[in-house]
């Protein structure tokens, strides 16, 4: 029983304050609720529209053709973004579509191209290729407008301009790579000549003395040397037979004036003599017993021809003995044999000097050479690779050229959309309404906590302790009664007209206005 008197008691204070502050409440909820509901009838729809781009890989496998173009995905997207999104592009797209003429008259076209920066979005589609990170295999390019059928038109232009901007950075890298390749092995050439002379100089000025040359050096030394050794031979058998020519002069002239066969018998004696001596040290095939054969017989032929004069024929003698004169015509000879050994000697000597010099000189050419030589080589290796690595930058940039490598394909063009994806209207009036009602609350609570006034007999007895004998109600005359009645009729001419103003600051901010449209949808960002 007590608790339906507290909640008795409970109702008429709401009552009795809602018959207080009604009209507060009312105002205070309306005016807010005008103010927002007609902010957000008046807001202008905008669609979005969006064009799906498949990335296309490449072609012709990397095995047989490797890519110049190394850049990530993603880091050439946001690239080309900046391309796309720069001041230039952009407000050619806003001259060639007409977009945000409002705009234009209110702001500068700083604002403008900002304004529409905002209003594309750029959206990575990925798979997940590892734990680690993704592979992107697509993106969408979406723009955002009051008229579906232009924004359309503005999604797919984007599009293409990305399609043709990649086309353009991937040539642009690939024949950058094979000019600047160029470029260096030009260099590289020329430095290549430049060594190549020198260490062709330096192999013409140290002919014989370069390593390579050490073996056959020592080849030429060895033979020299044999040589030397048989030439040293040479001229000791040629002194030998010399000595020997010159004994049988002297056992010729020992003869005196002998003349006739018998000379030529006792001479005959003494070549047998020394040929029979000489082979019993040497062989037959001994250049000496070769040579005592011959004059043998060719003394046995003059003895057989009776080339002698004889003794008894009493005529005065004639010229010298012809064995004589042979035995000097071979010392002559030898003679001439010895001076050409020796000049042959001095002549090998001077040879094997030279050749001795240039081995002595090998190691120090050989340093140098080795110096020339690594400068040389690695360089015509650092060439060898500029070369291979060019190639391959000309098959990748003719690929490119061919349209052969990473490319960008729409799979679904934007088109028009039916339902506007600003302003959401049901939640925003959801929104000004909870909003309204909790500001009209909060205001009778407010006015109710500010009036120090007591509203019943029941008030004044709960904070005094002298008793209440009688209360006497309000007397409401005649005048009162119109007083009140022009005063609400003047408060309902000014709400009205107040919510006319409102209504129509809520259109002159609202109407066209897409920027607040955006903000709004973005929640406030």
Do not use: C
Request: hydrophobic share 40%; aromatic share 6%.
């Amino acid at each position: 029983m007590q608790e339906e008197v507290r909640r008795t008691s409970a109702v008429e204070i709401l009552r009795s304050v809602w018959g207080r502050r009604k009209w507060l409440a009312i105002v205070v909820f309306t005016v807010p609720l005008a103010a927002g509901v007609s902010l957000i009838m008046f807001l202008p729809n905008v669609y979005r529209s969006g064009a799906t781009v498949l990335v296309d890989r490449q072609q012709v496998p990397e095995s047989m053709v490797r890519p110049t173009v190394t850049s990530a995905l993603e880091t050439r997207l946001h690239t080309i973004s900046q391309e796309i999104l720069s001041r230039s592009r952009l407000e050619a797209l806003i001259h060639r579509f007409g977009l945000y003429a409002d705009l234009r008259k209110r702001v500068s076209q700083e604002e403008v191209i900002d304004r529409m920066r905002k209003d594309i979005r750029l959206d990575l589609k990925s798979v997940k290729q590892d734990e680690y990170r993704g592979v992107t295999i697509a993106f969408t390019i979406s723009y955002e407008g009051r008229d579906p059928e232009t924004v359309a038109r503005v999604a797919n232009t984007l599009a293409s301009f990305y399609i043709e901007e990649n086309l353009k950075v991937r040539e642009r890298q690939a024949a950058g790579t094979s000019e600047f390749l160029k470029v260096q092995i030009s260099e590289v050439k020329k430095r290549l000549d430049q060594q190549e002379a020198t260490v062709s100089e330096f192999k013409k000025r140290y002919l014989g003395e370069l390593p390579q040359q050490m073996e056959g050096n020592l080849s030429t030394i060895e033979r020299l040397n044999t040589q030397l050794r048989l030439n040293s031979d040479n001229q000791t058998r040629a002194l030998e037979r010399r000595e020997a020519i010159g004994r049988q002069l002297a056992d010729a002239g020992s003869l005196g004036g002998a003349t006739g066969p018998e000379a030529g018998i006792d001479q005959l004696t003494k070549l047998n003599e020394e040929l029979r001596r000489m082979r019993t040290v040497f062989s037959d095939k001994y250049p000496d017993v070769v040579r005592l054969k011959q004059e043998i017989a060719a003394l046995e032929r003059d003895l057989a021809e009776g080339k002698t004069t004889p003794r008894d024929t009493g005529k005065t003698p004639g010229p010298a003995n012809p064995y004589v004169l042979r035995l000097r015509q071979m010392q002559s000879d030898v003679d001439s044999e010895i001076n050409i050994l020796k000049g042959e000697e001095k002549r090998l000597r001077a040879a094997l000097t030279s050749y001795i010099g240039r081995v002595e000189n090998a190691p120090r050419r050989e340093q140098e050479f080795r110096e020339l030589s690594r400068d040389y080589d690695t360089t015509r290796e650092n060439y060898a690779s500029l070369m291979k690595r060019y190639e391959e930058a000309q098959l990748a940039e003719n690929m490119e050229q061919r349209q052969k490598g990473e490319q960008f394909r729409v799979i679904d063009p934007a088109f028009p959309s039916g339902e506007p994806t600003a302003p959401n209207r049901l939640r925003y009036l959801l929104m000004v309404l909870a909003a309204s009602g909790a500001l009209a609350v909060a205001s009778v609570v407010l006015a109710e906590q500010l009036n120090a006034s007591f509203h019943s007999v029941d008030d004044l007895r709960s904070l005094s302790t002298v008793p209440v004998l009688l209360s006497i109600p309000l007397i409401v005359t005649a005048d009162d009664t119109a007083r009140q009645l022009r005063r609400f009729r003047l408060g309902t001419a000014s709400f009205a007209v107040g919510l006319v103003l409102i209504v129509g600051l809520s259109w002159f901010f609202a109407h066209g206005n897409e920027q607040l449209t955006s903000f709004l949808s973005r929640g406030g960002r």
